[in-house]
């Protein structure tokens, strides 16, 4: 369920959702990802993406690169009339599982210095920064903190 009692459904990414997809990635990034580059994820065999519904309409989606027991977020974003309901949280739920069952030891990724959005976020789900990659962004230029989370099932 999410914030306001209706139900978030995720399920694998797939060329129905494509179309959406693009269009959230507009909405949210000032470098999107492509129509073409959303696709040639479906054929990756390295990449798991996910996508959340609210009523059938799509509401958010994430996407990782699985490789060996690491995982690499490229992207996470929720539309802005469906944030704050938990939307993500249940994205980042699925992907926690997904590690779990695959015994991975950590899930990495970037994010812009100034998205302390985000960065809060990521937090919640302990991920912690490790590391800083100068002018990693641009549009406008920016560093990112690179933030890691690491499973402690191994240890
Ligand atoms: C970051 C983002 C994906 C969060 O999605 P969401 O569905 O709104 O997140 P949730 O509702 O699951 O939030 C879970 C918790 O994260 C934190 N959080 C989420 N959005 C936050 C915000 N704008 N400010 C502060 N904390 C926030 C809060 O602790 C929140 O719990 P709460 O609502 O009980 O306080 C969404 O804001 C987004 O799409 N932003 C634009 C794209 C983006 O920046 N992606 C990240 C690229 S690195």
Same mark, same amino acid.
């Given at each position: 369920m999410d914030g306001q009692g209706q139900s978030i459904t995720v399920v694998p990414m797939e060329p129905r959702h494509i179309e959406d997809l693009e269009r959230l990635e507009k909405e949210c990034f000032s470098t999107p990802w492509s129509f073409d580059s959303l696709v040639s994820e479906l054929s990756n065999p390295l990449a798991v993406f996910r996508v959340a519904e609210i009523g $059938? &309409? *799509?509401a958010g989606y *994430? $996407?990782?690169q699985h490789i060996v027991d690491e995982g690499y977020i490229c992207n996470i974003a929720v539309f802005s009339q469906y944030r704050r309901r938990g939307v993500a949280t #249940?994205?980042?739920e699925t992907l926690?599982? /997904?590690? #779990? %069952?695959n015994e991975m030891a950590s899930i990495s990724l970037e994010v812009r210095e100034s998205n302390v959005n985000a &960065?809060?976020? /990521?937090e919640k789900f302990d991920f912690e *920064?490790? $590391?800083?990659? %100068?002018h990693f962004y641009s549009n406008p230029t920016e560093d990112a903190l690179i933030m890691t989370k690491t499973f402690g099932w191994l240890f």
């Open positions: $059938g &309409q *799509v *994430v $996407g990782m #249940k994205l980042m926690s599982e /997904y590690a #779990k %069952k &960065q809060s976020f /990521y *920064v490790v $590391g800083r990659r %100068k």
